[in-house]
């Protein structure tokens, strides 16, 4: 089955002017089986799929719900649960990766690098507290991310092959014109999270690539320092806010859990 495993809503993203309908519209079309948007720490998208996918016209289509979750210290990491958990915590940036892994896993769910080397600001491996026990928690790596450079790919490949990861691929889409630049085929019949869940977990075999963008003014004025600094300071500060209740509700889950 062929998908794309990393994209971005204009219902859950700020940033994305692609709407949900769009990339199933686009998807079908193409030929691919369907897609995961994952936004950041955002789970709108998931409750808006929830009402449209009984429709006609999107039967057949495999939607996985995932999340972009910003964290205090590897940057992005997709996050993959069973269906129709939606945590709040997920919503409040600033998590630790030790903590995030521990959090998903005790829920049933996946966490895998976006784009590990690319921006240093928002890819785990631009961060000198990435470490091999992290690594070693980790179910998944993004192999190819449509928006990076070649480099970026071939580094995060030699990642996964050296920790023994399977290796996904996504535009990490904003806009429609970069929907089917990249694809991810997966030897399973893969109908919802669950089982690209067990997928990961089991071993299948994945295979991922794609076509990589060119530069824009945009991607360039990421890379420069000042857009990473800009983005460490606003990332770091709403981390600060939100840490009382982030901490409170993290305590609360594994009070839960141990219940």
Not at 61 to 88: F, N, Q, R, S, W
Not at 177 to 182: E, F, R, T
Request: with cysteine; proline share 3%.
């Amino acid at each position: 089955m062929k998908f794309d495993l990393h994209c971005h809503t204009k219902e859950g993203s700020f940033d994305s002017k692609v709407p949900l309908s769009e990339y199933l519209r686009k998807y079908r079309m193409l030929g691919y089986d369907g897609f995961m948007f994952a936004d950041h720490n955002s789970y709108r998208a998931c409750k808006k799929w929830a009402y449209m996918r009984d429709l006609p016209e999107y039967s057949g289509m495999t939607v996985i719900c995932g999340i972009e979750y910003d964290t205090k210290d590897a940057g992005h990491v997709l996050v993959v649960l069973p269906d129709g958990l939606y945590p709040k915590l997920l919503k409040i940036r600033g998590m630790r990766c030790m903590k995030l892994i521990r959090l998903v896993h005790s829920l049933g769910g996946i966490v895998g690098l976006a784009h590990p080397f690319g921006v240093a600001s928002s890819s785990a491996m631009g961060f000198k507290l990435m470490d091999i026990k992290l690594l070693e928690q980790i179910d998944f790596v993004e192999v190819f991310n449509t928006c990076e450079k070649h480099d970026s790919n071939y580094l995060a490949s030699e990642l996964a092959a050296k920790y023994g990861l399977p290796g996904t691929s996504g535009t990490d889409a904003h806009s429609s014109k970069y929907i089917g630049m990249a694809w991810t085929e997966i030897d399973a019949d893969i109908t919802c999270n669950v089982d690209f869940i067990d997928a990961i977990k089991n071993g299948t075999i994945i295979s991922a690539t794609g076509i990589e963008r060119k530069d824009t003014k945009k991607g360039k004025a990421k890379d420069h320092w000042t857009g990473i600094l800009g983005y460490k300071i606003y990332n770091r500060g709403l981390s600060k806010l939100k840490m009382p209740r982030r901490k409170y509700m993290h305590r609360k889950h594994f009070r839960n859990l141990s219940k």
